[in-house]
């Protein structure tokens, strides 16, 4: 195993003198695959997820890892230096709810984020409440979400009773409808659903989605390992509604999801996520993580609530500011852009492209 590059040794690093830091890729390094697959690793942390994003935007991520004489790992932290229209920014990760730091030792937190703090780059961070990087004095909380996980380490039928009632009767509601969950590990799904994500996005939100190349990068990096399934939901003999999931070792992400509105009577949406809870409970995974809500959106995190869900916070800590050398319009710039695009005379198609060729801004 070979590192880009090692640092002096770390005295700093209480309980292991003489550790090292080192410089490595954390899409191909065995030791950051390591750190990413213990308890302190999640989805965005991951070596699959971060080939996706690296290959779908053009982006390089970089990784410091500390480890003790002996090699065993203390702990490691990744970013990407961002250099575009939006000026030049330090982001822990892009297009990740989160990124947190690694840390099976604690301790080794100053080490692997020392040179995530120099240089005239701002860092920006988003991690759970509780990561010791939130004590850190150098960075400042600039931001909150809300982030729900669902415990599947219990018999079925008692997940099933530990639902919220509106939950238990929204999957019956779907199941007098005649909702059927179809799920499915190959690329054309993938792509299918991302007609319904573009849609919703445009619609909806009146934002441009994700490049169709993302996605496809996503089922590339994880269908390798069965580490993907698409849900769509049919009523009728129709597609109504889909919803991406991703697996990284003992845990199932709800990444991404669409419906389309006239049908939202029938639930298909509580039927597509039971669909996936069970799925999951019978793989033997042990929690369905549902990702990061803003909490101006309170109804997307009572929604979440009532899938037995532990709730925490996302926060975003920031350290020197707003990018660098921003042009003073830029934002506004891209909001305009951005409304043309996902005006509802425009077709979904330009829609689609214009996120192509604009959504690697938005990091």
Same mark, same amino acid.
């Given at each position: 195993?070979? %590192? =880009? $590059?090692?640092?002096? !040794?770390?005295?700093?690093?209480?309980?292991?003198?003489?550790? %090292?830091? &080192?410089?490595?890729?954390?899409?191909?390094? !065995?030791?950051?695959?390591? =750190? +990413? *697959?213990?308890?302190?690793?999640? =989805?965005?942390? $991951? !070596? !699959?997820? /971060?080939?996706?994003?690296?290959?779908?935007?053009? /982006?390089?991520?970089? %990784?410091?890892?500390?480890?003790?004489? *002996?090699?065993? &790992? =203390?702990?490691? &932290? +990744?970013?990407?230096?961002?250099?575009?229209?939006r000026g030049g920014r330090r982001i822990a990760l892009p297009f990740c709810d989160r990124a947190d730091p690694v840390l099976p030792d604690p301790a080794a937190w100053p080490a692997v984020v020392a040179d995530a703090l120099t240089g005239d780059l701002p860092f920006t961070l988003r991690c759970l409440e509780g990561s010791r990087a939130c004590a850190d004095p150098r960075l400042t909380v600039r931001g909150a979400a809300a982030w729900h996980r669902t415990p599947l380490d219990r018999p079925l039928p008692e997940l099933h009773r530990a639902l919220r009632p509106q939950a238990r009767r929204t999957i019956a509601a779907a199941e007098r409808a005649g909702v059927h969950v179809v799920l499915r590990d190959d690329l054309e799904a993938v792509l299918e659903f991302h007609r319904l994500h573009v849609e919703l996005r445009r619609r909806k939100y009146r934002l441009l989605a994700q490049p169709q190349a993302f996605f496809t990068r996503i089922w590339e990096a994880f269908a390798a390992a069965d580490g993907v399934r698409t849900a769509l939901a049919v009523l009728d003999g129709r597609v109504v509604a889909g919803a991406l999931y991703l697996v990284w070792q003992d845990t199932l992400y709800y990444k991404f999801g669409a419906s389309l509105p006239q049908f939202l009577a029938a639930r298909p949406n509580d039927a597509l996520h039971w669909r996936m809870i069970r799925w999951a409970h019978d793989r033997g995974l042990r929690g369905l993580d549902w990702g990061l809500s803003d909490l101006d959106q309170p109804g997307l995190c009572a929604y979440k609530r009532k899938w037995a869900s532990v709730e925490s916070r996302i926060l975003t800590l920031n350290a020197g500011?707003?990018?660098?050398?921003?042009?003073?319009?830029?934002?506004?710039? &891209?909001? +305009?852009?951005t409304e043309l695009f996902t005006d509802p005379a425009v077709p979904n198609s330009v829609t689609e492209r214009a996120g192509a060729e604009l959504y690697r801004f938005f990091c």
């Open positions: 195993m070979t %590192a =880009l $590059s090692t640092t002096h !040794p770390q005295p700093g690093i209480d309980g292991a003198p003489g550790a %090292a830091v &080192l410089t490595v890729d954390p899409r191909t390094d !065995p030791r950051w695959h390591a =750190l +990413a *697959s213990g308890p302190g690793g999640n =989805l965005f942390t $991951s !070596p !699959p997820w /971060l080939q996706a994003v690296g290959a779908g935007y053009d /982006l390089v991520p970089r %990784a410091r890892i500390a480890v003790d004489r *002996s090699d065993r &790992l =203390l702990g490691g &932290l +990744a970013w990407v230096d961002v250099r575009d229209v500011g707003p990018p660098m050398g921003a042009p003073p319009d830029v934002e506004r710039t &891209l909001r +305009a852009v």
